[in-house]
């Protein structure tokens, strides 16, 4: 019996679903025309003529979250969600990594511009740590000027009143995530790649130093999560996401840097990842334990699988053996969230496409660290981006109609959900601030252009790794919108 996964009420084999998609691309455009798409900032490598103006209204987000808070030539992060998300200017430095890459698939002068000022402020945290020179950089930083919970700390914005880089301890933002380091640099050697310009060469050649000394000592090898929060003591786990990112980051930088130890330090990433595959099954488990107290590091994690780990094992190792992993995702993660019982979207709104993992789709009640259920029909529009890009760079028959739905599914999301939300200062007389309103703040911001950024998810949800995400403005899923409907693969 075929597998299947569910795009209605009902569940499509998954060869139906491949002409489902043909059909509704053949039928309906994503978007009606617009005269503005006919520019010479055109992209040139659209998937689908169609997404020129979802894709020109997602560049503008980001242009308009990055100048929130500074313009001109300053060095500056984009602060990850809208402000109303509670998480008040935290950029988080993986979503702007993504941030630099969307940029460069779209390497127009005033597109690199952008990609350069984000770049330009990774290097300056490189060299403005409080406690570390040895190339790392933390979680996440302050965009612009907040007050934290309770009334303290505040933060005057990305450099801190004593010319520190203004990380965000107090959410617990302080460690150095080894897949964050290698997504901060990809993005920086990307740059490189684009420019020519040394310093951003030099910069993810200290991102990798400090990664390759975080060899796992344990039984499968690889490169274990990084620092905790204290910013010195190791993760025991060690993650197949990471060694991804890593595997692909030291490749490039081989390549860029004609230094072969790369090529051995990669092998190294790679083992890790060969040791997680499911041939059985064929999907990837997302790593080892560890994470917990008595957790033993020597054991593989089997209670949660990840989309993210699937589809990009397809995008940056090279490695055609894991190309059914994406099958896996198709066939286990497939979502369709419509109105009704816990989900938010409005009665006249549907939106399918993939979740976050499998627990995602089980668990029941609260959401971590939430008072909001969880929606187990919901879609994760990063997860979109992730799936479309890999089936498009897969290149199998079928792939590029079911990527192209994906999309559209994107574009729903990117036109009904998330309007109301704001960015950037608010009314506080103390440098408009954002801080919490149930202390006397504001959130409220300036809105957000209509129908430009996308959201985290369709509906609130549980990842089943103890958070979740919201229908939050998010620049992480936006940037991974622009680069399937361009087709960039951000790890060659």
């Given at each position: 019996?075929?597998?299947?996964?569910?795009?209605?009420?009902v569940?499509?084999?998954?060869?139906?679903?491949?002409?489902?998609?043909?059909?509704?691309?053949?039928?309906?455009?994503?978007?009606?025309?617009?005269p503005?798409?006919a520019?010479?900032?055109r992209?040139?490598?659209?998937v689908?003529?169609?997404?020129?103006?979802?894709?020109a209204?997602?560049?503008?987000?980001?242009?308009?979250?990055?100048?929130?808070?500074?313009?001109g030539?300053?060095?500056r992060?984009l602060?990850?969600?809208?402000?109303?998300?509670?998480?008040?200017?935290?950029?988080?430095?993986?979503?702007?990594a993504?941030a630099?890459?969307a940029y460069l698939?779209n390497?127009?002068v005033?597109?690199?511009?952008?990609?350069?000022?984000?770049?330009d402020?990774?290097?300056?945290?490189?060299?403005?740590?409080?406690?570390?020179?040895?190339?790392r950089v933390?979680?996440?930083?302050?965009?612009?000027?907040?007050?934290?919970?309770?009334?303290?700390?505040?933060?005057?914005?990305?450099?801190?009143?004593?010319?520190?880089a203004?990380?965000?301890?107090?959410?617990?933002?302080?460690?150095?995530?080894?897949?964050?380091?290698?997504?901060?640099?990809?993005?920086?050697?990307q740059?490189y790649?684009?420019?020519?310009?040394?310093?951003?060469l030099?910069?993810?050649?200290?991102l990798?130093?400090?990664i390759a000394?975080?060899?796992s000592?344990?039984t499968?090898g690889?490169y274990?999560?990084?620092m905790?929060?204290d910013?010195v003591?190791?993760?025991?786990?060690?993650?197949?996401?990471?060694?991804?990112?890593?595997?692909?980051?030291?490749?490039?930088l081989a390549?860029l840097?004609r230094?072969?130890?790369?090529?051995?330090?990669?092998d190294?990433a790679?083992?890790f990842?060969?040791?997680?595959?499911?041939?059985?099954?064929r999907?990837?488990w997302?790593?080892?334990?560890?994470?917990?107290?008595?957790?033993d590091p020597n054991?593989?994690?089997?209670?949660n699988?990840?989309?993210d780990?699937?589809?990009w094992?397809?995008?940056?190792?090279?490695?055609?053996?894991?190309?059914?992993?994406?099958?896996w995702?198709?066939?286990?993660?497939?979502?369709?969230d419509?109105?009704?019982?816990?989900?938010q979207l409005a009665?006249?709104?549907?939106?399918s496409?993939?979740?976050?993992?499998?627990?995602?789709k089980?668990?029941?009640g609260?959401?971590?660290?939430?008072?909001?259920?969880?929606?187990?029909d919901?879609?994760?529009?990063e997860?979109?981006?992730h799936?479309?890009?890999?089936?498009?760079?897969?290149?199998?028959?079928?792939?590029r109609?079911?990527?192209?739905?994906?999309?559209?599914?994107t574009?729903?999301?990117?036109?009904?959900?998330?309007?109301?939300?704001?960015?950037?200062?608010?009314a506080d007389?103390?440098?408009?601030?954002?801080s919490?309103?149930a202390?006397?703040?504001?959130?409220?911001?300036?809105?957000?252009?209509?129908r430009s950024?996308?959201?985290a998810?369709?509906?609130?949800?549980?990842t089943?790794?103890?958070?979740?995400?919201f229908?939050?403005?998010?620049?992480g899923?936006?940037?991974?919108?622009?680069?399937?409907?361009?087709?960039?693969?951000?790890?060659?």
């Amino acid at each position: 019996m075929p597998a299947t996964f569910s795009v209605s009420s009902v569940p499509v084999p998954r060869r139906r679903l491949l002409a489902l998609a043909a059909a509704a691309t053949v039928a309906t455009p994503l978007l009606p025309a617009d005269p503005a798409s006919a520019s010479s900032d055109r992209p040139r490598h659209l998937v689908d003529p169609s997404l020129a103006t979802p894709v020109a209204r997602a560049y503008r987000y980001l242009d308009v979250v990055q100048d929130a808070y500074v313009k001109g030539a300053e060095p500056r992060l984009l602060q990850s969600y809208n402000n109303e998300s509670g998480l008040m200017t935290a950029a988080f430095v993986y979503d702007n990594a993504l941030a630099i890459l969307a940029y460069l698939a779209n390497p127009t002068v005033a597109n690199v511009r952008r990609a350069r000022l984000i770049g330009d402020a990774f290097l300056w945290i490189q060299d403005h740590d409080e406690a570390f020179a040895d190339g790392r950089v933390r979680q996440a930083y302050a965009a612009g000027p907040m007050l934290f919970y309770g009334g303290s700390p505040a933060f005057p914005g990305l450099r801190r009143d004593d010319g520190k880089a203004a990380f965000l301890w107090p959410f617990g933002f302080g460690g150095s995530s080894t897949g964050d380091m290698a997504w901060a640099g990809l993005a920086l050697a990307q740059l490189y790649a684009d420019t020519r310009i040394r310093k951003y060469l030099d910069g993810a050649v200290a991102l990798a130093r400090w990664i390759a000394g975080n060899e796992s000592g344990y039984t499968h090898g690889g490169y274990h999560g990084g620092m905790q929060t204290d910013g010195v003591t190791p993760q025991r786990w060690t993650s197949t996401e990471h060694n991804i990112d890593v595997y692909a980051f030291f490749m490039l930088l081989a390549k860029l840097t004609r230094d072969r130890r790369w090529h051995t330090r990669a092998d190294a990433a790679a083992a890790f990842v060969g040791n997680m595959w499911n041939r059985a099954d064929r999907f990837l488990w997302t790593g080892t334990l560890g994470g917990l107290e008595g957790e033993d590091p020597n054991l593989i994690n089997t209670g949660n699988i990840p989309e993210d780990v699937q589809t990009w094992a397809v995008l940056g190792m090279g490695d055609r053996r894991y190309d059914p992993s994406v099958d896996w995702v198709m066939d286990q993660l497939w979502n369709t969230d419509s109105a009704g019982g816990t989900s938010q979207l409005a009665p006249d709104v549907r939106i399918s496409g993939v979740t976050y993992s499998s627990q995602a789709k089980a668990i029941t009640g609260p959401i971590s660290g939430s008072d909001l259920p969880n929606h187990r029909d919901a879609v994760w529009l990063e997860g979109n981006g992730h799936a479309a890009l890999a089936l498009l760079q897969r290149r199998k028959s079928g792939d590029r109609a079911i990527a192209k739905r994906l999309l559209a599914e994107t574009v729903v999301a990117q036109n009904r959900v998330g309007a109301g939300q704001t960015v950037g200062r608010t009314a506080d007389p103390d440098g408009g601030r954002l801080s919490d309103p149930a202390g006397g703040g504001t959130w409220t911001g300036t809105p957000l252009p209509a129908r430009s950024g996308v959201v985290a998810a369709s509906s609130a949800f549980d990842t089943g790794f103890a958070f979740g995400y919201f229908q939050r403005q998010h620049v992480g899923a936006t940037a991974w919108f622009l680069m399937a409907a361009q087709n960039f693969n951000p790890y060659r």
